[in-house]
């Protein structure tokens, strides 16, 4: 029979054990997430900077490219932010992705003054889902006009990249007007807005479905509806743009997004 001062002692013993290897799986946790945040900080800020260089170089020599180009310097301004105030890789990976939506409006500033787009990108969060816009449209709603084309003119310098926003797929097209940024704002559309869609992408080929709908509130959610639609495109990015983007390096190209 084991003495009670002997017990007493290996019960110590045994709790000193524990203890010592909670404080190591603490430590070893901690290193693993500060590897995380350093090795996402490092790939966010290489795609902030890749903005930053082709916001400073290029210079728009039409209205359509020079909105495009204003609208990438919002990007990298927006991205710079989102990156001194990141504490997680999260947060890192969503400055990535502002970044990112930047160089889209970058290649489409070269698009517009018929200069070589450069490599392609990764898609952003719904944009596979919303489709382009494949054809002109001039439409009349509430008793305002709106263009859609797959191209730049004087008539739609106004670019969107695609995506989801307030839970709705929008084409990356050419506007006449950024009648999006209002919900991009206030995180909802009007339903001026959800008349808009229905004139201007039905039967439109190439754009999402739920882009076409005029009636928002005949669908529960649409944004549950276009979500579900594409997978691969969104999978499980939504604020958290997961993924492992280190493939895309454009180093070697004379267009270093």
Not at 35 to 59: H, P, S
Not at 76 to 87: F, K, L, V, W
Not at 108 to 113: I, L
Not at 180 to 199: C, E, H, Q
Request: net charge negative; glycine share 14%; aromatic share 8%.
């Amino acid at each position: 029979m084991i003495e009670r001062p002997v017990m007493e002692f290996l019960l110590l013993v045994l709790v000193i054990a524990l203890i010592g290897g909670m404080v190591v799986m603490s430590r070893q946790r901690a290193a693993a997430q500060r590897r995380e945040l350093d090795d996402a900080k490092a790939e966010a800020r290489r795609w902030v900077e890749r903005l930053g260089g082709q916001v400073v170089n290029l210079i728009g020599t039409n209205e359509a490219a020079k909105q495009a180009l204003a609208d990438a310097s919002e990007r990298y301004t927006a991205a710079g932010s989102q990156m001194e105030q990141a504490n997680t890789a999260a947060q890192c990976r969503l400055a990535m992705q502002t970044a990112m939506e930047g160089l889209y409006y970058v290649r489409a500033a070269r698009v517009a003054m018929d200069m070589d787009p450069g490599p392609e990108l990764p898609d952003l969060n719904g944009q596979r889902h919303a489709g382009s816009v494949t054809e002109e449209r001039d439409v009349e709603v509430q008793g305002h006009n709106y263009t859609a084309s797959p191209r730049p003119d004087n008539r739609t310098p106004h670019y969107y990249p695609g995506g989801m926003v307030a839970g709705r797929p929008v084409p990356q097209g050419w506007y006449s007007e950024p009648w999006w940024k209002p919900a991009l704002v206030a995180g909802a559309w009007g339903v001026g807005t959800a008349l808009l869609f229905g004139a201007m992408f039905s039967g439109m080929a190439g754009v999402a479905a739920a882009a076409a709908v005029s009636d928002m509130g005949g669908l529960d959610g649409v944004g549950d509806l276009a979500g579900a639609s594409d997978m691969d495109s969104i999978g499980d990015i939504g604020t958290d743009f997961g993924g492992d983007m280190g493939g895309f390096d454009f180093g070697g190209s004379d267009f270093d997004f």
